[in-house]
């Protein structure tokens, strides 16, 4: 009477013995393959390769994780767009901030100023480009918008994308009435600044700005940048400002 084999996977000794040939042959398989490596050049383009039909192989069969069958239960896609800067009006306050992320029913931001739950808030996009939404949630400076009438956002990004392209594309401008001091060579000036944006802001003057003139511009707030005159008509002068400001910055036009 044949001993009997001890199997602690359970299976049969006939499978055993063949799973045990096929990783003989696996590890037949890598020497050769590491021995061609050492006299020969094998591109990381065909290692991807090999890679990905090991894995897609190996995982024939399976089924998919408790995990990923779990059903979102959103409505549309998220869309996330986390570089892009918006205008947020509220009844009291604007201000800049920064889209985490939007689809076409709902809108995620990162907001510097504050916001209620149910509130009706405006969301600018661009010169032409803006929707209205409900406050739903908040979450810190996080909150997010329920929009009053769905979107198309991928043809919406598309959009602003397309228009960020073209010279007709503007920064946002936040519209301001708040005193500041200027300085240059000419001396120090008090001016009124009438709109602000991340690169740049529009003054009123007593008439000794010209173009190119270098100042250095402080706020109310105490924020300063320096910037150069851009053009200057009737009083009024474009500046173009050498360091950008953030949308966290420019977050509340009450705090300007």
């Not at 590491?34 to 894995?55: D, I, P, W």
């Not at 173009?211 to 002068?237: E, F, N, T, Y």
Request: net charge neutral; charged share 25%.
């Amino acid at each position: 009477m044949s001993a009997a084999v001890w199997n602690p996977s359970g299976e049969s000794a006939s499978q055993g013995f063949g799973i045990n040939k096929l990783l003989r042959a696996a590890c037949v398989v890598t020497r050769n393959f590491q021995r061609k490596r050492a006299f020969s050049y094998v591109s990381a383009e065909t290692e991807m390769k090999l890679l990905s039909t090991a894995v897609t192989t190996g995982l024939e069969g399976q089924a998919d994780s408790p995990a990923t069958e779990q059903k979102d239960l959103r409505t549309s896609i998220r869309q996330r767009t986390l570089y892009r800067v918006a205008c947020v009006r509220t009844d009291t306050d604007e201000g800049l901030a920064r889209v985490r992320n939007l689809s076409d029913e709902g809108i995620m931001l990162r907001l510097s100023l504050p916001v209620l739950l149910g509130e009706t808030i405006k969301i600018q996009f661009s010169e032409t480009v803006s929707v209205e939404g409900l406050v739903v949630w908040t979450d810190g400076p996080d909150c997010g918008v329920k929009l009053t009438q769905p979107i198309d956002s991928s043809a919406l990004l598309k959009d602003l994308a397309e228009q960020g392209l073209s010279k007709e594309g503007r920064a946002l401008r936040l519209p301001v009435s708040t005193n500041a001091v200027v300085s240059s060579e000419n001396g120090t000036r008090a001016v009124i600044v009438d709109d602000i944006s991340q690169r740049g802001m529009k003054l009123q003057h007593d008439g000794s700005f010209s173009p190119g003139l270098r100042v250095k511009i402080r706020l109310q707030s105490g924020l300063q940048r320096h910037g150069v005159v851009r053009w200057s008509q009737d009083g009024i002068a474009g500046i173009l400002l050498l360091e950008p400001f953030s949308p966290d910055e420019l977050g509340s036009v009450n705090n300007l």
